[in-house]
């Protein structure tokens, strides 16, 4: 049961948050923060005994293992599963859920009730996206977790909010819809060939399907994925949404939303369609490596704060990607990691440029600078955050990046080497962030009044510091709860074992 | 006489019987408690006989079929017209006409769809046709003084015609070849070849273009909007509904007890007929202001989704898919699709001075409820996953999927996702803020309309989230 009451409890919070707002509008944040924080009762058990204890992980996939008839005359079950991967990014959600809440405490003052009812919403929308099993209960995860977030960027956006959240609707609905059709296939071939109608991930990853369609259907699948990712040809929503959507929404949106691409790849693609998958590599990572340095260079050239992040994004996920198709643990590892240290520090990012809006009411590079003066704290944390997306060894994303640039430099040497230009690339813009904003002349001179962070903020992003340089000096026990060998990705050597 | 045909007989009755009140005493309340009470009952009725066993009187001239799959439409179909009844009195109250009438032309179409849906014959189709299209235009032009709603009477007069006429040139076809006008017997004298297989196919192409027309698929659609527009919106809803319904099932039951896919051009023209309307009904929709010309492109495109169950029969390439599986789509889909209209149609009626899409602008701020329904109804049409409409999409999905009709899916896709962009703007335009706070004082929201309201949300929500009892009783009816 108790992964079903964890998917329940922000979805009563909402609805008892929406409903508190007519007795008092500070209300509604007050019982997101308490349902959040409920949350992590049900993972209690499961903290207490597993992340530094690798053993519970050897005997089988699942840690946590619910099923409840559905729909019985497809077969379709509400299964929920939790293994070592999906814990890890429920945590995250968790935490980046607290962070979003954090940046929306002060800046959304409007309808709050709904607000928060549509952040809590999500985010359950996210936690199960990561916990179904059931394939048909992931799809419709899937497509209810953009209901609620296309309400947040549409109502308490900015200046072109509609044309963002319609966008970012429309793009994902048509990788949906794209994903159901795959998902119908997949069953149906399955049936087919086994006599089995399941829907279930544990009985049709017993027998992958073969044929000519299975190419298809998992290249369905896999676009679905890299909308969310995004991957390059299908990018094109996340800049909109990311620089319309209020600070938390973005938070939401960069820490978990994009996750689920990269999850989807890892948990259904990789192992359900072992064959195509490996037909497919190639496409996909040349699509990584492009997304990569493409990325960069869109980042480098933007002069909106919001929208460089966001592209700064678009270049990180590309390492996502050609860590999932290099076929290789270390690549593996480090793509999880680094959907992990990039949801950290991409979202602190988007805090920080929440807070510099919230202050100067612009995001526009050069209509900024010299912040350091009026406001040291927030220009430190500027320059931390900045410096970990540009992959400074000793945080989480350097770790990433490096394991999979080792990983997959032992079948694409060239085309890793054109991704560690991305590296450079990612200091470029860093760089060019931390200068324009914080350093250089000062364009509010007379503004000294501005404060600095407060203590809420600063404990918001002093936290996210922690858990990057943690993740970078010790992230052993991280690679330890992804078990790959039980992911039943079977193309890895053995001989390389698995754990680094 | 045959139990089944108690329902049909006491609405039948239910007309003479206002129109007896008519000759003495004009009383509207009197009037609509006859007609919603007659609906209650067969409705009653139908359900009790859904429950009995089906007595097998399969002879081949009998006019009617009665089995569980018929009951089950003809109770879906007095569903439909009891959830519109329950809005009729409110609606007919702000028009300045005679009110009595209507029901009695209510009455008689529903009667027409009644016995369209257990016609096993081409005499009893035709006649409940009729009856069902004549009242149509009656209800189309009622407002008098209406000059829109005149000219779409006149219209839907004339088109109906016409498409009556190819109706019963091809069922003339038809018996000269086969030599009765019986459905059932449509397959069984094919060894004495009579006519040419072109000459069939000629009438079949002539039955369909008469169905097509009041299903408004592609090439017969042009009508569609200007009526929707026209005629009075109790009559429009009934027209998206009932008369769709009726007629579909029609199409169906002569497809599959014809075995008319056996002919590859049929096969051909269902498709391109399928596709050319999930496009244009998707595209004419996409810009448009009026929000019932918006439901009434969205009604094609519909029914162009669902003109891919006739595409579904005799290659079984997975067998998860048997005909039962089909049936059950086909019922499955309609229950979803027509549920959503009627919920779509009464908050129409319970926002009387709303016809453009920007009258709702900022709906959701003043109104939150009756917003809402609207916009879980758009997501349900739309096909969003929690809604019934999506429960729907799937079934359709699997049944297409399992029969590798690729090309059509691929056409479902994309015209779906042109299709979600207007969806989104009714919802998006009710989400904006308003201009005119008191735009929406006028709304009354009493507790018929919300627990009407409520209803509609439990039966599209409810059998969104948890489709498994519906989908049960669906499997039990196709058996």
Known sequence: MSLFILLSIPLMGGVLAWYSERFNADLPKKIAVISLLMCWLPLIPLLNSMPFDASVLGTSQWLINESYSWIPLFNISAHLALDGLSFLLIILTLIMGLVALSSAWHEITKRTGLFYLNLLWTLAGVLGVFLAIDLFLFFVFWEVMLVPMYFLISIWGYENRHYAAFKFFIFTQAGGLLMLISLCALVGIHYQQTGILSFDYNILIQNPITGDLAFWVALGFTIAFLVKLPALPFHSWLPDAHTQAPTAASVILAAVLLKTGGYGIIRFVLPLFPEASIQLAPFMMLIGVIGIIYGAMMAFVQTDLKRLVAYSSVSHMGFVLLGCFAFNIYALQGAVMQMLAHGISTSALFVLVGMIQHRYHTRDLNELGGLWINLPKLSAFGLFFGIASLGMPGLGNFVAEFLILVGSFEQYPKLTILAASGLILAAIYSLLLIYKTFFGQTKHPHESKIADTNTKEWCTLISMCFILIYLGLHPQPFFDLVPVTLMKLSFIPADIGASL | ?479
């Open chain 2, 1 to 479: 006489m045959n139990v089944y045909y108690y329902p049909a007989s006491i609405v039948m009755f239910a007309a003479l019987l206002i129109l007896i009140q008519l000759c003495f005493k004009r009383s509207h309340i009197t009037s609509y408690l006859i007609s919603g009470l007659s609906i209650f009952i067969a409705l009653f009725m139908q359900f009790v006989l859904q429950n009995q066993p089906t007595s097998q009187t399969n002879s081949s001239n009998v006019l009617f079929i009665f089995n569980a799959q018929t009951s089950f439409v003809a109770f879906l179909l007095l569903m439909v017209v009891g959830l519109i009844w329950a809005q009729l009195y409110n609606w007919l109250k702000t028009i300045n006409e005679q009110k009595e009438e209507y029901y009695l032309l209510f009455l008689l179409s529903t009667i027409g769809g009644l016995i369209m849906v257990s016609s096993n014959h081409f005499a009893s189709f035709f006649l409940g046709l009729e009856l069902m299209s004549l009242s149509f235009v009656g209800l189309i032009a009622y407002c008098g003084h209406d000059q829109k709603a005149q000219e779409a009477g006149i219209k839907y007069l004339i088109l109906s015609a016409i498409a009556s006429a190819f109706i019963l040139m091809g069922a003339a076809l038809l018996y000269l070849q086969f030599g009765s006008l019986s459905f059932s017997e449509l397959l069984q004298n094919t060894s004495s070849e009579i006519l040419p297989p072109w000459a069939i196919i000629t009438a079949i192409i002539f039955i369909f273009t008469g169905l097509f027309f009041k299903l408004s698929l592609v090439p017969c659609h042009l009508w569609v909007a200007d009526l929707f527009e026209g005629a009075p919106l109790v009559t429009a809803a009934m027209l998206a509904t009932l008369s769709k319904l009726a007629v579909f099932i029609i199409l169906w039951r002569l497809v599959t007890l014809g075995n008319w896919q056996q002919y590859q051009i049929i096969i051909d023209i269902i498709s391109i007929v399928a596709v050319a309307s999930m496009f244009i009904g998707n595209f004419l929709g996409l810009l448009q202001k009026n929000l019932l010309r918006l439901i009434a492109y969205s009604s094609i495109a519909h029914f162009g989704y669902l003109l891919i169950v006739l595409l579904l029969i005799n290659n079984n390439a997975i067998s998860f898919s048997s005909q039962s599986f089909n049936e059950q789509t086909l019922f499955f889909y309609l229950v979803a699709y027509l549920f959503t209209l009627v919920g779509v149609f009464s908050i129409f009626m319970q926002l009387p001075k709303t016809k453009t899409l920007d009258d709702l602008t900022g709906l959701f701020w003043h109104k939150p409820f009756i917003a809402i329904t609207l916009m879980l109804l758009m997501l349900s049409l739309a096909g969003i996953p929690l809604t019934l409409g999506f429960m729907a999409k799937f079934y359709l999905v699997m049944a297409a999927v399992s029969q590798q009709l690729w090309l059509v899916l691929t056409a479902l896709v994309i015209s779906s996702i042109i299709g979600l962009f207007y969806y989104l703007r009714v919802i998006m335009t009710m989400l904006k803020t308003p201009e005119d706070e008191l735009k929406f004082s006028d709304i009354k929201s009493d507790g018929r309309n919300l627990s009407l309201n409520i209803l509609i949300l439990f039966l599209v929500i409810g059998f969104g989230i948890f489709p498994s009892s519906l989908s049960q009783f669906i499997q039990q009816v196709t058996g």
